[in-house]
């Protein structure tokens, strides 16, 4: 069974605070993805990553930053938390197939509160 | 720009009214589709992939089928637990795009 998992299932923070949004995955999967879902809007891409050390812009990546050190590891971080950014983030990974589409897993996601 | 667009944006079903959901799409060499569940507060649960027209996938309560141009969640005989929030979504060079959802309700 594919696991991923994210550091934090509820988080309140202050506005102006840096947020650090963990995800890890255990099988091995090469891509890693961040969304966040808003009531009416669906799921918006912010970043994602296709190996250790790149990514790429999404949809929405103004606001955000993400690292991934680790293959199995993704962070999305917040630099300067804004109530905006109050939201559900989902984490998702998959294989990395060339020549056809792949299935994305998510994460539990993270219930983020700016106050 | 590739589009996904699903309907009916909700749906309420007594417990046993068979129905369908829909997800139409307008993309250049389809490498796939991508059918989710989502329940309230929680990421989405991956269900069925389907590559090729007339292609059917089953589980449980849930049939997934593929045309050139769209795709069908045939749900039969719901139970209250069949109550979700249903995503497609198609690849998009290495992203998913994703449809805005079918809620269904299913009620006792």
């Known amino acids: 069974d594919v696991k991923v998992t994210q550091s934090s299932r509820y988080l309140v923070k202050r506005t102006g605070e840096k947020v650090f949004l963990e995800c890890v995955q255990d099988?091995?999967?090469?891509?890693m993805f961040w969304y966040r879902q808003d009531p009416g809007l669906g799921l918006r891409l912010i970043y994602f990553?296709?190996?250790?050390?790149?990514?790429e812009k999404g949809d929405i990546p103004e606001g955000y930053s993400v690292s991934r050190e680790k293959k199995e590891r993704f962070s999305l971080i917040l630099e300067s938390a804004s109530t905006n950014q109050t939201s559900m983030y989902l984490c998702a990974s998959s294989v990395h197939r060339e020549a056809s589409g792949y299935e994305q897993y998510f994460g539990p996601g993270t219930r983020l509160t700016v106050t | 720009e590739d589009q996904v667009t699903q309907s009916p944006e909700a749906l309420r079903l007594q417990e046993g009214e068979s129905s369908s959901l829909n997800c139409s799409y307008t993309v250049s060499g389809l490498r796939g589709l991508f059918w989710y569940r989502q329940d309230p507060g929680k990421g989405p649960e991956f269900l069925f992939t389907l590559y090729s027209a007339g292609e059917e996938k089953e589980k449980e309560r849930l049939k997934a089928t593929l045309t050139k141009k769209e795709s069908f969640l045939h749900i039969t005989a719901p139970k209250p637990e069949d109550s979700a929030t249903y995503l497609c979504?198609?690849?998009?060079?290495?992203?998913?795009?994703f449809g805005a959802g079918t809620q269904v309700v299913v009620t006792p």
């Open positions: 979504a198609v690849p998009d060079w290495g992203k998913l795009q």
């Open positions: 990553s296709y190996d250790v050390k790149m990514k």
């Open positions: 099988m091995d999967h090469e891509n």
